[in-house]
């Protein structure tokens, strides 16, 4: 009897420890699959006011529900959205892309990121690595690097910034 009951709990604590796919949160590099983020979804079809509003078919060229992200960001920020498509800077924007370089910009910025992020993860996923089974440590291991948005939405409304409303904090 003894002996099964112990039979039983290592069955039951073998089972506990086995793990799915974590995706995101695992903190290890999962190999080389798909990427999730380089997938964009078509935007949905519209019916124009009126027909004569339709704009002349072009065989090999955009339509109106491909994807534009960089168009879709100057829009959500207040800009005119064809200023994506232009293919350069507007004279207007001279003075803050001037600002904005002004200490220079890293071209590989992008891959020294990806190569700074990868060894944190792998710092942060060796010390987790002395727990009890597989424990979820994403929140943890980025958690000084997450920005409170409501801290920050009371912070720019104490320094005066005009803020758009916001729900309550929870």
Known sequence: MRGTILAVLALLTLAACGGGDRG???????GGGPDEFSILPARPLEMPETVSTLPQPTPGGTNRTDPNPLGDGIAALGGNQAAGRAGGIPAADAGLIGAVNRYG?????????????????????????????RVDRY??????????AYAEFIRFRNLGVQVPSAPPAN
């Open 105 to 133: 910009t890293d071209p590989a910025i992008r891959e020294t990121l990806a190569a700074e992020d990868e060894a944190f993860r792998r710092r942060r996923g060796r010390l987790s690595a002395f727990g009890m089974g």
């Open 24 to 30: 995101l949160r695992q903190l290890d590099n999962p």
């Open 139 to 148: 929140f943890a291991a980025y958690a000084g690097m997450a920005l409170d």
